[in-house]
T-cell receptor, first 116, second 113 residues
Framework: EPEVTQTPSHQVTQMGQEVILRCVPI?????FYWYRQILGQKVEFLVS????????KSEIFDDQFSVERPDGSNFTLKIRSTKLEDSAMYFC??????????????FGPGTRLTVL | AQSVTQLGSHVSVSEGALVLLRCNYS??????LFWYVQYPNQGLQLLLK??????LVKGINGFEAEFKKSETSFHLTKPSAHMSDAAEYFC???????????FGKGTHLIIQP
């Protein structure tokens, strides 16, 4: 069964460093998403991406964040200068437009980012 | 704006007992509602979804949920708990299409032997 994959599973970085989190969505999906979950808190929406541009973003997704689909398979989240409060689990998700009002999102296993 | 409230950060039931996890939502448009389960060190798995068809929705692993518009609720139930049901459960709401999901804070389900 196709699934969303994410690498690395765990990333440790120093405050102020740039990190890139990578995701491979399900191959025929066209909508891509990033979410984060700070330890002990709820899952929060960051951004959605379609047709090579951002569709929607939350107030969390500030200028420190960017997303890119550099090729036909990868979808990346870049944090330009990490802060301690960026430590969280980051989930990628994807969905396929079906012409219906709702498109189910499939989640990857997550990348745990630790900022020291 | 949308929001989800899950009552009870922790719920403990005995194996074989009824599971009831509560979810109330707020949405300015007819919502799409979901329950996701997260096992330790794993991602989010969809349990079930309400997308304006039947108000009683059946999902995987024997779970079901009922959409009650008058109560703005979408509570998750399972008649008989199993040890393997121990996990974190998240209720979420969406406006549809490619809209991002808005999650509740989650409920940690503990199953007592």
């Amino acid at each position: 069964e196709p699934e969303v994959t994410q690498t690395p599973s765990h990333q440790v970085t120093q405050m102020g460093q740039e990190v890139i989190l990578r995701c491979v969505p399900i191959s025929n999906h066209l909508y891509f998403y990033w979410y984060r979950q700070i330890l002990g808190q709820k899952v929060e929406f960051l951004v959605s991406f379609y047709n090579n541009e951002i569709s929607e973003k939350s107030e969390i997704f500030d200028d420190q964040f960017s997303v890119e689909r550099p090729d036909g398979s990868n979808f990346t989240l870049k944090i330009r200068s990490t802060k301690l409060e960026d430590s969280a689990m980051y989930f990628c998700a994807s969905s396929v437009p079906t012409g219906q009002a709702y498109n189910e999102q499939f989640f990857g296993p997550g990348t745990r980012l630790t900022v020291l | 704006a949308q929001s989800v409230t899950q009552l009870g950060s922790h719920v403990s039931v005995s194996e074989g007992a009824l599971v009831l996890l509560r979810c109330n939502y707020s949405s300015s448009v007819p919502p799409y509602l979901f329950w996701y389960v997260q096992y330790p060190n794993q991602g989010l798995q969809l349990l079930l979804k309400y997308t304006s068809a039947a108000t009683l929705v059946k999902g995987i692993n024997g779970f079901e949920a009922e959409f009650k518009k008058s109560e703005t609720s979408f509570h998750l139930t399972k008649p008989s708990a199993h040890m393997s049901d121990a996990a974190e459960y998240f209720c979420a709401v969406s406006r549809g299409g490619a809209d991002g999901l808005t999650f509740g804070k989650g409920t940690h389900l503990i199953i007592q032997p």
